[in-house]
């Protein structure tokens, strides 16, 4: 089944204890982002890759990093996790690039203590 | 600068009703891609249809439809005869052919009731 899948679906830390979420992808895509859904803001875009060693920000990358060793992964990592990055967690992929639709994983809720 | 805005925060109408959910862009692209997901109250992002700047043609699905007017900078999705499994939020987004970039909107909370 094609899909997209994270790891962890939920996940309670407290600050400054180093995370990584991961991502996944099963069906060759080029193109993997992160976005993070907030209430009233909708989903923001952190970070994204066009293909392998290929990333670069999104509208709100402060405090996380990515990496794109694999074109199947693209894992999402907080150093140093602040309160204010609780949020919910989607990533996504794409045949092609940012004009493609995009599918989603099934997020990831991160609370921060 | 908003890159799509949904004025509309929550909507609620009554089962049967039709309903139209607002999307105006922002993009000065000749070339882009304008999308809707669901989130139904499970949580997952559901991709409902992808249109692309040069065809402005309306489109219809069973009971969804879709207005697409540039000289608005609209694309409005209406549902027909709504019915409580259309209840979800909904994401108008934006892609641009410069820069590799995604945008959503903030979404409308729409719930239908029996």
């Known amino acids: 089944e094609a899909q997209v899948t994270q790891n962890p679906r939920y996940l309670i830390t407290v600050t400054g204890k180093k995370l990584t979420v991961t991502c996944s992808q099963n069906?060759?895509?080029?193109?993997m982002s992160w976005y993070r859904q907030d209430p009233g803001l909708g989903l923001r875009q952190i970070y994204y890759?066009?293909?392998?060693?290929?990333?670069d920000k999104g509208d709100v990358p402060e405090g996380y990093k990515v990496s794109r060793k694999e074109k199947r992964n693209f894992p999402l990592i907080l150093e140093s996790p602040s309160p204010n990055q609780t949020s919910l967690y989607f990533c996504?992929?794409?045949?092609?690039?940012?004009?493609?639709?995009?599918?989603f994983g099934p997020g990831t809720r991160l609370l921060v203590l | 600068a908003q890159k799509v805005t949904q004025a509309q925060t929550e909507i609620s109408v009554v089962e049967k009703e039709d309903v139209t959910l607002d999307c105006v862009y922002e993009?000065?692209?000749?070339?882009?891609?304008l999308f809707w997901y669901k989130q139904p109250p499970s949580g997952e992002l559901v991709f409902l249809i992808r249109?692309?700047?040069?065809?402005?043609q309306n489109e219809i699905s069973g009971r969804y439809s879709w207005n697409f007017q540039k000289s608005t900078s609209s694309f409005n999705f209406t549902i027909t005869a709504s019915q409580v499994v259309d209840s979800a939020v909904y994401f108008c987004?934006?892609?641009?052919?410069?820069?590799?970039?995604?945008?959503f909107g903030t979404g409308t909370s729409l719930t239908v009731i029996p």
């Open positions: 890759s066009m293909n392998v060693e290929v990333t």
């Open positions: 987004a934006l892609s641009e052919s410069t820069g590799n970039q995604f945008y």
């Open positions: 249109r692309n700047s040069f065809d402005e």
């Open positions: 993009t000065r692209d000749t070339t882009y891609y």
């Open positions: 069906m060759n895509h080029e193109y």
């Open positions: 996504a992929s794409s045949l092609g690039g940012q004009q493609e639709t995009q599918y």
